[in-house]
């Protein structure tokens, strides 16, 4: 897995010594946010059916051909999918509406397409072929999702490097007080945010990258200059 990080810091605020907070040592707070980038491992493809009939009976009957039928037809169209994955029928309303759900995932690897020459040509044949067939099976599409192959350790490294990212801030402003950093009070976590890198102007994300962008605030205690 390949990391990239985009570092921004700011200084939330700053707890100057005074005498109303006698017996309290000073704090300071900073901000610390970092980006990590990865590969994607891997890109789902979600279809989801509704089927109406006259009864329920009937609409369950045809809900339970879903699976059956995609299969059927990812393997005329030549996709291998890694995974699928179909959701139990879903019924949201029994005596307004005779109306049952169902959904899918299809998981394709991405290794398949990681060829500069042809691997762009090859996903957007993956993408027409599946189209195609969610407009035969009446199904609305959602996809393409790119996925990292272990998005908790993408989350590890983004809240990891903006935790140090808050460091440097604050340890300026603790010598611009004659003072020194003296211990990390408390560290909270702000916010976990997925493809939308603040520095990226690109489309978020893409064949090459996802990426998850960390921010914490970082209270650290204020001792005296060594």
């Not at 599946?130 to 999702?145: F, N, Q, S, V, Y």
């Not at 976590?189 to 489309?203: K, L, S, T, Y």
Request: aromatic residues 6%.
């Amino acid at each position: 897995m390949r990391f990239m990080m985009l570092v921004s810091l700011t200084t939330l605020g700053v707890a100057l010594p005074a005498v109303a907070q006698e017996g309290n040592p000073p704090q300071i707070r900073s901000l610390g946010v970092a980006t990590v980038y990865a590969a994607p491992a891997h890109a789902d493809f979600w279809l989801h059916l509704t089927v109406k009939e006259d009864t329920l009976e009937k609409s369950m009957g045809a809900a339970a051909q879903f699976e059956e039928n995609l299969c059927g037809r990812l393997t005329a169209a030549e996709l291998r999918a890694s995974d699928i994955y179909v959701s139990p029928p879903a019924v949201s309303a029994v005596q307004k509406e005779k109306t049952v759900r169902v959904s899918a995932r299809v998981r394709f690897p991405m290794a398949s397409f990681i060829s500069p020459e042809t691997g762009p040509a090859f996903f957007g044949r993956l993408c027409d072929k599946i189209a195609a067939i969610a407009e035969g099976l009446a199904c609305m599409t959602e996809g393409p999702i790119f996925e990292p192959a272990n998005r908790e350790s993408m989350v590890q490294a983004a809240v990891t490097a903006a935790t140090e990212n808050a460091f440097p801030v604050a340890d300026a402003v603790a010598g611009a007080l004659r003072g020194s950093i003296y211990a990390v009070d408390t560290v909270r976590m702000r916010e976990i945010v997925w493809n939308d890198a603040p520095d990226v102007r690109g489309v978020q994300p893409n064949m090459q990258q996802v990426s998850c962008t960390a921010r914490v605030e970082v209270i650290y205690t204020l001792g005296p200059s060594p």
